[in-house]
T-cell receptor
């Protein structure tokens, strides 16, 4: 099992360009998440999908959109990249969006994005 | 605004010592608590989860939870240089988003 995979690993964009970050999981998890991680600020939730067919905004959704393509895949789109979106982006998944251990999150390797 | 607070460190301990990492949280209804380890340039990975007051031990790691004080800690016994990493405290409130702290950097000196 590959767990959670993300593409691309690295990306450089110019201001105003668009791109889509891809994420897939093979653990049959119901819930998926997109985070960004900036120095000194920890992981901040951008969007999440509690289950297939649903998506919701997290803490920092502005400038991003998401698509839960199917149970396995959850993509993050930057429509018009800005330098403030320079960050490391992590996708994660969990069995359920609940308690009792089912919400333990498993992270992908991350995408390092630089916006010039 | 739900918050999870950690000392950013770095926390430096000699090899073989006990490393003590602390975390406080603001949401009193929080029900689940996690410690993730993140090596430089890598993704977070779960070390421990704890749901009830008291201690939970797993090998060299012990998680401690005190809901009355809204405090959770991680003890690492017999610290090794390979334990050098950033440790993220995360708190969930059952059906709500998990909130991550900014992390504590641990450095174990050989």
């Amino acid at each position: 099992n590959a767990g959670v995979t993300q593409t691309p690993k690295f990306q450089v964009l110019k201001t105003g360009q668009s791109m889509t970050l891809q994420c897939a999981q093979d653990m049959n998890h119901n819930s998926m998440y997109w985070y960004r991680q900036d120095p000194g600020m920890g992981l901040r939730l951008i969007y999440y999908s509690a289950s297939e067919g649903t998506t919701d905004k997290g803490e920092v959704p502005n400038g991003y959109n998401v698509s839960r393509l199917n149970k396995r895949e959850f993509s993050l789109r930057l429509e018009s990249a800005a330098p403030s979106q320079t960050s490391v982006y992590f996708c994660a998944s969990s069995e359920f969006f609940g308690t009792g251990g089912t919400e333990t999150q498993y992270f992908g390797p991350g995408t390092r994005l630089l916006v010039l | 605004q739900k918050e999870v607070e950690q000392n950013s460190g770095p926390l430096s301990v000699p090899e073989g010592a006990i490393a003590s990492l602390n975390c406080t949280y603001s949401d009193r209804v929080s029900q689940s608590f996690f410690w993730y380890r993140q090596y430089s340039g890598k993704s977070p990975e779960l070390i421990m989860s704890i749901y009830s007051n008291g201690d939970k031990e797993d090998g060299r790691f012990t998680a401690q939870l005190n809901k009355a004080s809204q405090y959770v800690s991680l003890l690492i016994r017999d610290s090794q240089p390979s334990d050098s990493a950033t440790y993220l405290c995360a708190v969930g409130a059952g059906g709500f988003k998990t909130i991550f702290g900014a992390g504590t950097r641990l450095f174990v000196k050989a």
